[in-house]
């Protein structure tokens, strides 16, 4: 298992090149939040936001389209039981980010379905949350795209079959294997398994252990896989490692560390990141 | 009487330890705030999110869910009218908070009802506000759980029958050895009634009196209680010193504080707690 | 026409007694806001708790609970067509705040009679905005209570009959002693009219020239009548010039002034203005 | 092609005159924000309030004035199918900004065709985004006023006919001629078409490649040339200058700059412009 350093994040958050406009960066569509968990879907958008995405539209439940707006104006909305114009706005996406607060009933297995059912091959689908759940409940076929899992262990034991206690790195990744995707596997030391490489984030503080936490981390992939989209499998580990070294930074100060604190701190933290030089890479927190 | 001092924020705010997870630090579900007061259960439920607890879920009028989300997308949602959701919500608690904005007329009435059945031994049950009113006026009995009243002194007259003039310390002793709960008597030196000591609360500032102030310590007693769960009754101690030791700080510097202002303090102001050293605890504030 | 002070500010901004509570000072029920004009109540509203009123309730359109509670959860809300609530909560207060964002159709003109008809003569009642509009074209006459006019030239005008040219000190004057209320005419070097002095405000700046100043100026009057209830007259004084004070601190290093940003930075001015000594009044801004 | 420079800022964000009131600067009208896209016409309201505009009134889809009001209680709000209200509010304000996450179905074209029916001469009018693409599609005539259109490349495309690729500054005059009116044409160095001069803008950064930066753009040209009414021309060329002067300075320490960021910036920002003596000019952002 190779340890992530932050050198995935200078390979990663390079400068923008000058003559850039929004649709450079990509789109994400977002798609979760029902009436009782509108925020996780809020805390994954404004992730994907301040993360860099050109543009980010959010799937939800219409009673969280005010919410929303109310934090993130720079977030479009659309209602998650519209299925046509969900279809339309997920065959746009860049990256698709499919979980967060979905929840687990009828509705939200019908919503699921049509995600599913409109994804391609060329694009990034971030499967989290009750997407997952559902995925093992229902036994819901893996969709098209570059798949990106972010399981915590209970629900990788849902999706794998894999008991918590036998979570071992070898069975992880003919799992792994056999699903032809990319796990993110949330714990202490988060694992994360790509199609030829195993690596371990050495990072994190119990101060992230808050509610929200996971919705912000799949909104930071959504955000990276768009944005540096000719590079995703480096996108997803710099994202896993840049939501772990923002808290650390955090909480330095704080006993705990709120998730949206982590995405309103992105921009002038990959700022830093983008002005490191290769020989000052070490210790960079500080 | 024995005088709170910072000694008890150093015995219940420790070191998180490395191997957590939000599951850790307890679940905390709030059920007030009818279509008029839904501030108080917004503060209520910020100040439980940013006391540390795992896990929130508010449970409120339908029309707070907006205002919720727009400042605290880290809580979550429900329909405070719907029996089945809040009885679940309330089983799976660590810490329930009942009252905060609750209302008085017949619809609060059904609502405490509800709570009260589903509430057990092995919880916190913290009774606020209009559910104190409530259970006297309905002469409603006290549910399961580990029950912590947090009344100011009108609302400790309707619950023990104790004329505010003639609330002394042995007639309150007396009331709440009998009610079998810690009593949080909300005054200008709140005093605290525990099963086997009677504690003042020596600190506190006139900048305090402000509407939204006991939501506030409600929802850090939840919280605490939730996230310290292997010294509820420490923890309890605790909630209502940090509450106004935040407080004291903020107003050296302003001519009333805000009670979210409490809230989004605790982050910083518990990390500073974890540090102290013990030989070091005394004028923590300067 | 004397010039006010900052001595003002040093009489009415004393420290508040160690053994006070929310009820210490004083309930404020504001009403306005149509479905069209919410901001301004918000704001007004906003200004009443960062003032410092111990308890603030806003009767306003159902459309406005949502983003009222979204910034200001500290405050309580009505609906202000429900004629029976908004009759308990002005018969409630020590400070009634009727008239920004009213509007001035058929249901503002059933609120504010309904409003008018609950005052009493201990009450203070601070009528702005579209309630002086509406006064002056139905033909309302004056309610019971301490009435405060905060009327801009024009709506002065309207309701003094006096053409804005035509406004001198001595037509001024007239006119408030026959409406036995005191006046607070908004303009270049606003003029307040007492029932035994005028006034005369000689800060101020340009950069306070933003929709939403005046109803900021009416919940600050409304906050300060409540809370400093023993000298009502003066704190409408303190409160006309604690709102350019600020304003004009802010104004160094601002183009404009946002009015919420006064609201804001009420608690910390304030604790400043508790805190001169006699001998250093002058120049306080520094 | 003439380069802008700050000379532009200086000329036009002056000292403010002593004796003036909101109505010396201007009423914006802002028109757009369907149910989808609420966050647009949001954004460009926030930067016509904050660029100091008298008074500012959204009319918009009725989802969003919640949100509206969550953010911005300075803004007043209007239903945008509310054909006499918005005639009325188009009629009474001194630049109109139209097209902001309008959106392009027959509703958006009602409203639309119910603006550009009641603008006249004497007016500003900001023609962007989804208003564009509707002229082109809908083949719809240029209103009454004086004509400000914000278009990317391929409205531009879709306005001019002039495709991308050959945008040259000889055509883009040509098409400017054709239709008297002010072009904005937003790409890397942004280009300004006016009546008898092209400007191009030197400034500016790839962190302002986030979707809204136009929205934002646009409410600061609707807020400017209300404000500084007396040299409409040079407003528009000082808005676009200070949109990017202002990103630049936020992108020295963030890897992206949110659009919400630069409007709140504008207070402060056109403060130092203010100050800045004629022969310090350059340099003015160190």
Known sequence: MEKLT???LKDVITPRPQNSFKGTFGKVTLVGGNHNF??????ASMAAVCA???LVTT???KSNSSPLHSQLPEAMFAD??????????????TSVVVGPGLGDDESSLQILKNVFANTNDQQNVIIDGSAITLMAHENIDQPHGNIIYTPHEMEWQ??????????TEDKNKIAQQKLGA????????TEIYTSNQVYQLPIGTPAQAVGGMGDTLAGIVGGFTAEFNDKPAEAVLAAVYVHSAIAEKIAESQYIVLPHQISRALPAFMKKMEKLEDDHHIGFLN
């Open 38 to 43: 509108g925020g996780a879907i809020i805390m």
């Open 80 to 93: 998650f039981t519209n299925d046509k114009q969900v279809a339309d706005l997920v065959q746009a996406a």
């Open 158 to 167: 849902r999706l794998s079959g894999i008991k918590i206690g036998e979570q």
């Open 6 to 8: 932050d050198q995935i």
């Open 182 to 189: 990319t796990v993110v596997l949330k714990k202490h030391h």
């Open 52 to 54: 860099g995405a050109g």
């Open 59 to 61: 799937a939800t439940d």
